[in-house]
């Protein structure tokens, strides 16, 4: 009984609903296992004898075999979608999937460099116009901490070197003003002055960073020029153009920098997204603790 309620849900997904052969798969991996703690641990009979604590017992026990938040989630998901069905059809009188709540899941810490290994990155030796480019440009990304697409995208007017700011638009359109350090406005610099003009091919084009053929550059583009420069410096962990965002974020925290002010150079609406780096901080500050109290 149970078994065959099931299959004719998996149809309803396929045939009404449409579902990719994935999502499908999702389903059926949840649910059927569901359906086997229903009928073999707790010896239900019948949907309609389900009730709450039934599910609760189940997502306890997928909680107790390790399973993550994600997983519960999407479990619970996959259970309330179910249960509406079984309402719609008129299998159950009742929806004993209500008032579950899905579990916070904890968000991933972002990966980041030492600063010992973002000076390798920025080390970047040569006086080829794309070498100046490249310094330049990673310069100014951790100096910054731009998205990569506000990197791409920014005008030479967007730049206020000498009074040490930066104008980018962010998601939404939105304007912020970062400040600019010594280093990176070295090296911005000396991009305008000694490489950019050999890269553009055409007059009034006003596109800060170009490629070769003196084009705007492209997100993978950039992902390549770091992937080398990270390559070059010997940095074995994966890198990508979030990471040099990420550890400018969390070396301002470490280094004292308050909150607000961090939130606003990221150009986050929400201070919630911010705060993910004070997590990064106290993660890094008990792995000191670890190394090097001598009773951790």
Known sequence: MLASTLEDFFHYLQIERG???????????????????MEKVIQKTSWESVVRSDIIGFLYMLKDDGKSAATLARAISSIRLFHRFLISEQIVTHDASLHIETPKQERKLPDILSPKDVEALLTIEGNSPLKIRNKAMLELLYATGLRVTELITLKVSDLHLTMGFVRCLGKGSKERIVPLGNIAERAVENY??????????????????????????????????????????????????????????????????????????????????????????KARLKDVYKTYHPRA
Do not use: C
Not at 19 to 37: A, C, G, I, M, V
Not at 245 to 273: C, K, Y
């Open 19 to 37: 579902l990719s052969n994935n999502t499908l798969k999702s389903y059926k991996r949840d649910l059927n296992q569901y359906q086997q703690y």
């Open 192 to 281: 305008l002055q000694y490489a950019r003009g050999g890269l553009v091919k055409r007059s009034g084009a006003d596109t800060l960073f170009v490629n070769q053929h003196g084009r705007p550059l492209t997100r993978q583009g950039f992902w390549k020029i770091l992937k080398g420069a990270a390559k070059d410096a010997g940095i074995k962990k994966a890198i990508t153009p979030h990471t040099l965002r990420h550890s400018f974020a969390t070396h301002l925290l470490e280094n004292g920098a308050d909150l607000r002010s961090v939130q606003e150079m990221l150009g986050h609406a929400d201070i919630s997204t911010t705060q993910i780096y004070t997590h990064v901080t």
